[in-house]
């Protein structure tokens, strides 16, 4: 059974800190938006879908520099993001092969996994979906992963704490645990999740892995 973590806001608790960037950037742009607000709309978006979506309700264009000021603070503040409590542990005890596939960049994902202290547990093993096709919720990343290892669809297991990232790997044939657990939940999350296709939803790093135990156990 392959074994396949979304990153940010599974693997690390990161989804807050970058929403906490957005909010405050677009806010001083006058797109008046709390961090909670960004959460909830956009977790699971990279941050060229953010873009679009926030230029066409502005009615134009952010400016041409807002990629480059975002991506600079939050990787300013991925350089001490921490792992979600109990990770590691989780993973001394994972048997079977596992990776990550994630919506943000190989170049970000090594800052923030090697802060994390995580990046030696994956690596090689570390998909980043828009350089390799299209990003979540679309199933490329996820069918790119399983055919790396040689793994049938429905011999996968999923973690994702969003509903793009359930919806993709839904649409790849695979079963996914949504996990509620990082710092950016929010009221209704686990809700989505389910909505999105989840088979199960957890909210404590624990559960996620008596969750792969008893699906992978479920065949």
Not at 127 to 133: D, I, R
Not at 192 to 219: F, P, Q, T, Y
Request: glycine letters at 10%; aromatic letters at 6%; charged letters at 20%.
């Amino acid at each position: 059974m392959l074994t396949i973590f979304d990153c940010d806001g599974v693997l690390i608790d990161s989804e807050i800190l970058a929403a906490g960037v957005h909010a405050e950037l677009l806010t001083g742009l006058g797109f008046m938006i709390s961090r909670e607000e960004v959460i909830t709309r956009f977790t699971g978006l990279t941050d060229a879908q953010l873009r679009s979506v926030v230029s066409q309700q502005l009615g134009h264009p952010l400016p041409e520099d807002y990629r480059e000021r975002s991506n600079l603070a939050i990787d300013h503040r991925l350089q001490s993001v921490k792992p979600i409590e109990g990770v590691h542990s989780l993973l001394d005890r994972l048997e079977g092969p596992r990776c990550v596939c994630s919506n943000s960049s190989t170049r970000r994902l090594k800052i923030s996994m090697n802060a994390a202290g995580l990046w030696d547990r994956f690596h090689p093993h570390i998909f980043s979906a828009p350089e390799l096709g299209r990003s979540k919720p679309a199933p490329d990343v996820f069918l790119h992963a399983a055919r790396v290892f040689g793994v049938h669809p429905r011999d996968t297991l999923v973690i994702e704490d969003s509903s793009h990232g359930v919806e993709g790997g839904v649409a790849a044939g695979m079963r996914v645990i949504g996990f509620t657990g990082g710092g950016h939940s929010w009221p209704g999350h686990a809700e989505a999740l389910a909505s999105a296709g989840a088979v199960k939803v957890v909210s404590r790093i624990e559960d996620v892995g008596a969750a792969i135990e008893e699906l992978s156990s479920a065949g």
